[in-house]
């Protein structure tokens, strides 16, 4: 007796449906290429790379939904972009910065395990939980623990605070590893922490600020550019500050 298979004929995919996993593949070859740079020392365009990389993350979400083209597989390849981008590569740059010299590598090796296992965890969380924004004011409002790119950015502060701010300060910070090691846990513990935290998802803007919000936005672009390792510093600095103020008004109001 024959058998006769049905062919499942796919219809073609809209090249315009593709674009932000392409975007997201753009991402992950920038954020990847900061390992290049951090193996010939040029630390200031590794950072560069991540930094690019979590711009790009920011927008390749919301294009998905522009588009009207989000889907389960740009989820996955989303979070494991992330995973790279924010988890293995910092952690390996503040290796090859600040540790391989060290006398006691095994312990900076540990707090870089444990800042890559932190990210891993919260990415797995934020997969978990990102159906559950509509029926949780919390999830809604804040996020859960320090988000993938603003850990990434943080575990590389000491690094981006070496580039100018230790000059001024006359503090040579490469070389306080024990200091850098206990930070490094810190930012592994926030990012695997249920500490609710900023987020900019339901913030809305009154028409009449619209033209001021665009002004403070284009002096921050033009401060990037121009002292990006002063700027940097100071918004780590007020993200941080941010996070027991999130916690009080998270328990207060939600």
Not at 10 to 20: M, Q, R, S, V
Not at 32 to 50: M, P, Q, R
Not at 151 to 171: C, H, N, Q, Y
């Amino acid at each position: 007796m024959l058998k006769i298979y049905k062919i499942k004929i796919t219809k073609p995919i809209p090249f315009i449906k593709l674009l932000p996993n392409f975007i997201t593949l753009l991402g992950l070859v920038v954020g990847v290429s900061a390992i290049k740079f951090g193996l010939d020392g040029k630390w200031e365009k590794a950072v560069y790379c991540t930094l690019v990389a979590a711009i790009i993350d920011g927008i390749d979400g919301r294009i998905a939904r522009m588009l009207n083209a989000t889907s389960p597989f740009g989820a996955e390849l989303d979070s494991l972009c992330d995973f790279a981008n924010f988890g293995v590569v910092p952690a390996y740059l503040v290796y090859l910065w600040s540790f391989q010299q060290y006398e006691y590598q095994v312990f900076s090796w540990g707090s870089i395990l444990l800042f890559m296992v932190c990210m891993a965890l919260r990415l797995a969380r934020f997969n978990t939980t990102i159906f559950q924004e509509i029926h949780n004011k919390k999830i809604k409002y804040f996020f859960t623990g320090v988000p993938a790119p603003c850990g990434a950015l943080l575990a590389l502060m000491p690094m981006i605070l070496d580039f100018e701010v230790s000059s001024v300060l006359g503090i040579n910070i490469r070389k306080h590893t024990i200091m850098i090691d206990l930070y490094i846990v810190v930012i592994a513990f926030l990012l695997a922490s249920s500490l609710p935290t900023f987020s900019t998802k339901n913030i809305n803007i009154k028409h009449e600020y619209l033209s001021l919000a665009m002004m403070v936005f284009a002096v921050i672009i033009i401060s990037l550019i121009i002292y990006p390792w002063y700027l940097l510093p100071s918004i780590a600095f007020i993200y941080m500050l941010s996070i027991p103020v999130c916690y009080f008004i998270s328990r207060k109001f939600y």
